[in-house]
């Protein structure tokens, strides 16, 4: 168990439609960073929050968005949905004193099927 | 623009056999290379974290090596056990943000 927990572990939507998931990280930790990891692939950075800013993103469009909250846990949304949206999604957290040298800790994942 | 590449995709082992898991990277301006398992449907645990100055990390029956020069890094996994069983992924960390990952090695040690 890395004290990171994500909710809620499985989503069916339709495309078109909106969805938000959720994160918890590991406690002591100020960042989160959000991955999408398509079946057979490795995972693919979406954007990091560090103390309720976002502090990097990867080559994913706007409709997908995020927020992080004073107790460092944090959302991902993605609004109309598209088919190729579905995926695993993964969110990691981290402290930034490490600075680059330190562990990211995952959570388990919400699998999101868009039909 | 940096790629990760793991070699080979699919690996199955007995019990017992010492196996070598292959990734390289095109970009050598990294600040570290990381090795994660995978089981199915699930996160991602982290094994061995390398800096950038290190040439190589253990753990138990795990040995990663780096080469930054050459763009190469091996996860030597020792005496297989069938709950070694997962995917294993390498990710670099070329700035302060993001990991980018391979789309890793599927090992499987059978009985």
């Known amino acids: 168990e890395t004290g990171v927990t994500q909710s809620p572990t499985h989503l069916i939507k339709t495309r078109g439609q909106q969805v938000t998931l959720r994160c918890s990280s590991q406690?002591?930790?100020?960042?989160v960073s959000w991955y999408q990891q398509a079946l057979g692939q490795g995972p693919q950075f979406i954007f990091q929050?560090?103390?309720?800013?976002?502090?990097g993103r990867g080559n994913f469009p706007p409709r997908f968005s995020g927020l992080q909250f004073p107790n460092y846990s944090s959302e991902l949304n993605v609004n109309a949905l598209e088919l190729d949206d579905s995926a695993l999604y993964l969110c990691?957290?981290?402290?930034?004193?490490?600075?680059?040298?330190?562990?990211?800790?995952f959570g388990s994942g919400t699998q999101l099927s868009v039909l | 623009k940096q790629e990760v590449t793991q070699i080979p995709a699919a690996l199955s082992v007995p019990e017992g056999e010492n196996l070598v898991l292959n990734c390289s990277f095109t970009?050598?301006?990294?600040?570290?290379l990381q090795w994660f398992r995978q089981d199915p449907g699930k996160g991602l645990t982290s094994l061995l974290l390398?800096?950038?100055?290190?040439r190589e990390q253990t753990s138990g029956r795990l040995n990663a090596s780096l080469d930054k020069s050459s763009g190469r890094s091996t996860l030597y996994i020792a005496a297989s056990q069938p709950g070694d069983s997962a995917t294993y992924l390498c990710?670099?960390?070329?700035?302060?943000?993001?990991?980018?990952f391979g789309t890793g090695t599927r090992l499987q040690v059978f009985p």
């Open positions: 990691a957290s981290s402290t930034r004193q490490g600075g680059t040298n330190e562990k990211l800790f």
């Open positions: 406690s002591g930790h100020n960042t």
């Open positions: 929050y560090y103390r309720e800013e976002e502090n």
């Open positions: 970009d050598s301006a990294i600040y570290n």
């Open positions: 390398i800096q950038s100055s290190q």
């Open positions: 990710a670099v960390l070329p700035n302060t943000d993001k990991l980018i």
